[in-house]
């Protein structure tokens, strides 16, 4: 992404899985190039700008996931806008393909694939770089355990991000190109990419916030020479604790112990008047509390409907085989009351809450 807005733009990266049945009943899923056109031909006339290079755009991840990008936005707002548009785009043409836009961080039956949400900053020089990437490490196992759809929950694991820690994972230094790093630092921007995707675009866009408030906040306390530490030993394990626990987590620094909910308490009070001057959408601003506030790791936004209901949970119910219809026909019915819950959660805000 090219640097805009003198070192302080903002952009996202949604993975996403098209969910398809076949014939035989069981559940496959896949994604065609035409769908991928269908969406970025949409989103050239809704949002009035395309980009194949720094986007927005959408295109097929060479790994599976299709993939929907904003630009690099100049505040919150916009990216809320970009995101939420885009991937609002995205469910209706693949819905008019028949199958179905799913947003979890692991491709349901193969673990080993992994969606993810990456989040990027830009920053004004090497040196200011090197102190937020320095900073926002430190701050890793609360944004893991605010979007981790793998946290043990009733002894279900509902992503298997937890199984298999190759992506994502890694506390490497300034200087590394490795994509299992937690961040990682390209030409123009700090891309924080260890966050499973969301099920929603406004939980994507809490995410950002989050990670964005912190960033600027970093980069003043740069300018005015504040210290920061390059030692990450009790953030490697808190990292470990989040993908097990999300924000059930106990966190430890020290001999001190503190739970995830009251670092990011902290965290959210500390970064709120920068949420504030980069024009983060009351809803966003919400969502986030709500999470912190509640306890809400990623699962718990969307995909808890199926526990409710099912004594196995969502991972496995949506990874076995759809051997009869009706089962069929109730993960089909469940995702549409998804749906239509967002819709008439949108109306209502149109109309003033009545």
């Given at each position: 992404m090219e640097i805009v807005n003198e070192g302080h733009s903002v952009g996202l990266e949604k993975e996403f899985y098209i969910v398809n049945h076949g014939s035989n009943g069981n559940l496959h899923l896949g994604a065609e190039m035409g769908i991928a056109s269908g969406i970025g031909n949409r989103m050239r006339e809704e949002l009035g700008a395309y980009d194949d290079e720094v986007g927005p755009k959408a295109y097929l991840d060479a790994s599976g996931p299709m993939?929907?990008?904003?630009?690099?936005c100049s505040d919150l707002h916009q990216l809320t806008n970009d995101i939420t548009t885009a991937y609002d785009i995205a469910q209706e043409v693949v819905e008019a393909h028949g199958k179905y836009a799913l947003g979890m961080g692991t491709r349901p039956g193969a673990p080993d694939d992994k969606a993810g949400l990456h989040v990027h900053v830009g920053y004004g020089d090497e040196a200011e770089a090197e102190y937020v990437f320095t900073v926002l490490k430190h701050h890793v196992p609360e944004i893991m355990a605010l979007s981790a759809n793998s946290p043990n929950k009733d002894g279900t694991i509902k992503d298997m991000r937890a199984a298999n820690r190759s992506y994502g994972q890694r506390y490497s230094p300034f200087s590394t190109t490795s994509n299992e790093s937690v961040i990682k630092k390209r030409d123009n921007t700090l891309e924080v990419r260890c966050m499973d995707t969301q099920g929603t675009a406004e939980e994507d866009a809490a995410i950002a916030a989050y990670i964005l408030g912190i960033a600027e906040k970093?980069?003043?306390?740069?300018?005015?020479?504040?210290?920061?530490?390059?030692?990450?030993?009790?953030?490697?394990?808190?990292?470990?604790?989040a993908i097990k626990d999300g924000m059930a987590a106990t966190f430890t620094y020290g001999d001190e112990t503190r739970s995830v909910q009251e670092v990011a308490q902290d965290t959210f009070v500390a970064i709120l008047p920068y949420l504030r001057q980069y024009d983060c959408p009351d809803e966003v601003v919400g969502i986030l509390a709500d999470k912190i506030v509640r306890g809400r790791s990623g699962?718990?936004?969307?995909?808890?409907?199926?526990?409710?209901?099912?004594?196995?949970?969502?991972?496995?119910?949506?990874?076995?085989?759809?051997?009869f219809w009706s089962r069929r026909k109730a993960l089909y019915n469940d995702l549409a009351h998804q749906r239509e819950w967002k819709a008439q959660e949108r109306e209502?805000?149109?109309?003033?809450g009545a």
């Open positions: 993939e929907v990008v904003t630009r690099p970093a980069k003043i306390d740069y300018a005015n020479g504040e210290g920061v530490s390059d030692r990450f030993g009790d953030e490697i394990k808190n990292h470990e604790q699962a718990d936004d969307i995909l808890d409907i199926y526990a409710e209901h099912r004594s196995h949970g969502f991972m496995q119910t949506l990874a076995s085989p759809f051997t209502r805000a149109d109309s003033g």
